[in-house]
């Protein structure tokens, strides 16, 4: 059987723990809140930081490629004015031009064959099958071709090439002009950003879908392999934008912000690893979560601390009620007991009677007939009477008879 206390410390038990709960519970949502609020800001600030990157290697990118350009047009300039493999060749090599970003420049007839530099390594050297030869032959458009990055036959390495065709006065295909460029030198760009380890800075070709740069540098094999991205859906309207995606890459799963390079067929793409926006929340997460943490603790102790208050009050409050019971208990018992003593009148001690009238002295001296005494000190009532030997002592005459018996 329960105490009436225990349902007492039962009930604000639940009722505390409850609120503790509810206390705990808000606590716990406030704070993850917090810790969503702040992962969202810290995104936006990562995205932002990689907006501005992108921004720097598309200026980058469009720096070389405007020197690139102006240096094709040039050559190709002098080539359509002299019709003279020499005069071109000296014109390039009078050319200062940064030779670390630039490694060659070529000029390449209609038929696929090296016109400068006449070297014995481009002797004999056809091109007609490379992806920038394929290109200006179908396309009569006055415009840059960024090839994909591919094994030079005549360096032996990796390079892309950036090509513009020579058109004949007859609108005809004249040939191609072209210089070959080196990943590394806007991958050096891109490291300078100090990205993180995980994190990927590439330049890419829109209508092949392949890279000319990237930083962490891919196997030699991966230059060839298409980039699949969301963000081919629409290359018409391709402009700037975010993804996220896993790497055909590296199977790396990625934040993306891209920008296109200005009207060049390139797109600028940087992706970061979420759990770098994890890391730079890390400190303030762990004081986020510390506090939490605290408070639940806190909120713990204080409420097991009142419920054994509670408990202890309670057992408290049931022990003077117990007492208070025991000795109402006690009163009535003793009031049962004096009104039976009330009730109860005994005599006591040796009783002055007389020897002949048989009165009783009382206290106050006075000689009261037996009946009297008696009836007033006890609760006897008395029923007059007579025995036979008074009857027969007063009464002969009714107890003769039976004497006779």
Avoid at 64 to 74: A, F, M, P, Y
Avoid at 147 to 174: C, H, Q, W
């Amino acid at each position: 059987m329960i105490r009436p206390f225990e349902y007492i410390v039962r009930n604000k038990a639940i009722t505390l723990s409850i609120t503790s709960g509810l206390i705990i519970l808000f606590v716990v949502v406030g704070g993850a809140v917090s810790l969503r609020k702040m992962y969202d800001d810290e995104r936006v600030r990562v995205v932002r930081d990689a907006d501005m990157a992108v921004d720097a290697c598309v200026d980058h990118t469009l720096q070389l490629t405007n020197q690139v350009s102006i240096l094709l047009n040039s050559v190709r300039m002098v080539y359509t004015a002299t019709r003279s493999a020499a005069a071109t060749e000296r014109f390039v090599s009078a050319l200062s031009y940064d030779r670390s970003v630039i490694k060659d420049i070529f000029l390449v007839g209609a038929d696929g064959a090296f016109i400068i530099p006449r070297t014995q390594n481009t002797a004999g050297q056809i091109v007609t099958d490379r992806d920038y030869f394929l290109y200006h032959t179908s396309t009569a458009a006055d415009s840059i071709f960024v090839s994909a990055v591919e094994l030079g036959r005549l360096t032996g390495k990796y390079y892309f090439r950036m090509s513009r065709r020579i058109t004949n006065p007859d609108g005809s295909f004249g040939g191609i002009v072209l210089v070959t460029l080196d990943p590394h030198m806007f991958t050096r760009y891109y490291q300078d950003l100090k990205l993180g380890p995980q994190n990927v800075a590439a330049l890419i070709g829109i209508h092949d879908r392949r890279l000319r740069a990237r930083i962490p540098e891919p196997e030699p094999h991966m230059w060839s392999i298409r980039v699949d991205a969301p963000l081919w859906t629409d290359t018409s309207s391709l402009r700037s934008g975010t993804y996220s995606f896993k790497s055909s890459i590296d199977s790396v799963y990625r934040t993306h912000v891209y920008r296109k390079v200005g009207d060049l067929p390139l797109v600028m793409v940087l992706g970061f690893l979420e759990q770098d926006v994890v890391n730079r929340t890390s400190e303030r997460r762990m004081w986020v979560i510390l506090l939490v943490s605290i408070l639940i603790i806190s909120i713990i102790v204080i409420t097991i601390v009142w419920v054994r208050i509670i408990r202890a009050n309670a057992q408290l409050t049931e022990d003077i009620l117990e007492r208070k019971r025991n000795e109402a208990e006690r009163e009535r018992l003793v009031a049962e007991m004096q009104a039976t003593l009330d009730k109860v009148k005994q005599l006591e001690g040796i009783l002055p009677i007389c020897s002949f009238c048989k009165k009783i002295r009382d206290k106050q001296g006075e000689w009261v007939v037996m009946e009297k005494y008696i009836g007033s000190h006890s609760e006897a009532m008395f029923s007059h009477g007579f025995c036979p030997d008074c009857g027969r002592e007063h009464y002969p005459e009714y107890f003769k008879d039976r004497t006779t018996e």
